[in-house]
Nanobody, 117 residues
Framework: QVRLVESGGGLVQAGGSLRLSCAASGTIVSLNVMGWYRQVPGKQRELVAF???????NYADSVKGRFTISRDNAKNTTYLQMNSLKPEDTAVYYC???????????WGQGTQVTVSS
């Protein structure tokens, strides 16, 4: 089994920054994809960014240039540096890891990010 534990959410003013962390434990396959998703009430969960184990990244258009995803493979940890935050970034942010054949999804418990205007 895989367990994901997020940290780093909170309340910040518009224009501010936050850094989210997600530590994975358990049976971690070396080739995997770690990512961040977010969800607001009444809407579907959406992809924010992901990073594969070799370092390639991808971002939602809404966060390009403001958010940076990174990872430390030795620690099985991924980070999401969020700069120039906007009120519309307010959501519960979930960490995700995809690994194995067939691919399995694992999710963290979520961390609240609130950006005040």
């Amino acid at each position: 089994q895989v367990r994901l534990v997020e940290s780093g959410g909170g309340l910040v003013q518009a224009g501010g920054s936050l850094r989210l962390s997600c530590a994975a434990s358990g049976t971690i396959v070396s080739l995997n994809v770690m990512g961040w998703y977010r969800q607001v009430p009444g809407k579907q969960r959406e992809l924010v960014a992901f990073i594969i184990s070799r370092g390639s990244t991808n971002y939602a258009d809404s966060v390009k240039g403001r958010f940076t995803i990174s990872r430390d493979n030795a620690k099985n940890t991924t980070y999401l540096q969020m700069n120039s935050l906007k009120p519309e970034d307010t959501a519960v942010y979930y960490c995700n890891i995809k690994q194995g054949i067939p691919i399995k999804d694992y999710w963290g418990q979520g961390t609240q990010v609130t950006v005040s205007s």
